[in-house]
């Protein structure tokens, strides 16, 4: 897929949900994210957003989001304030989200926000001049991953129309999932849904599917589904979002990827998983062919670099 890179303009935007982007704006940004490859190396060096602060705020736990984020904002010659745990934040003295918004807003050119409760990005941006990005809120979007997750199946795939790709694992709680469910339809993907009875996608997302013109099918039955599969986009069942501890315990284990399951796939499947991973994915899988999440979690520099060079103004 190679497109055009006609200049667009996202200087000021806020990145809260995939479904605020055209296909154009997206196919944009995967392209400029292609240029940020060598950049996100190190291999060559640029200074778009010397002198810019990005406010990095993470209510929830985070590995792979919050350091590239960091590394795409040093990459780029920016610097980085904010917390990875609120405890050490006024929220303990009662602070509102809406104040602890107001004054990353003060103090950076940029927020980037992690929270446990759905929609929280899209209210910080209401308090916020700057431009917000949601690196996830709560069992609703996680519009950056959904990025980096399209351009990593471009990148392997070369194509997304007509795919057959698989969402598994936890697709109630999940908001990866909900994010890419959405964008694959809009590529013209061919869905498949695998999960627990218990953790089914959610009417809502599915319906989004719908009226993109997707029709997804929904199975328990993973054997079944992975014999002409071209991606098997794997998530952990998400423990924190359980009511109920019991409930969970029914659940997790249910499906394992190793590599007898993988005899059964088209040689070139490549199994994707947004990270991290619990007991869904044994490790055997890492050295095969098909195990792409670990560049995948890379992919997340380069992508997050364009989009923060694109929403503070910097271009390349
Ligand atoms: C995911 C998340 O936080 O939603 N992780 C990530 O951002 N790469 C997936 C998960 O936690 O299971």
Redesign the pocket.
Known sequence: MQYFLIPMNFEGRDIISIKDFSKKEINYILEYSKEMVDYAKGKKQNNLLKGKVLSSLFF?P????RLSFNSAMNRLGGRIIGFSDPSGTSQKKGESLADTVRMADAYSDAIVI?HPHEGAARLAAEFAEVPVLN??DGAGR?PT?CLLDLFTIITEKKKIKNKKIILLGDLKY???VHSIAYALSLYGAELTFVSPSSLKMPNEVINECRELGSEPTSTANLEKAIKDADVLYV??I?KERFPDAEEYNRVVGTYKIDNSLLERAKKDLVVMH???RTTEIDSEVDSTHHAVYFKQ?FN?VPVRMALLSLVMGGKL
Do not use: F, I, W, Y
Request: proline share 10%; hydrophobic share 15%; charged share 25%.
């Open positions: 929830e985070s590995t792979r989001t992690r690196a996830g996680h991953q999940g908001r990866t998530t952990r998400q947004p990270l991290p979690a997340g």
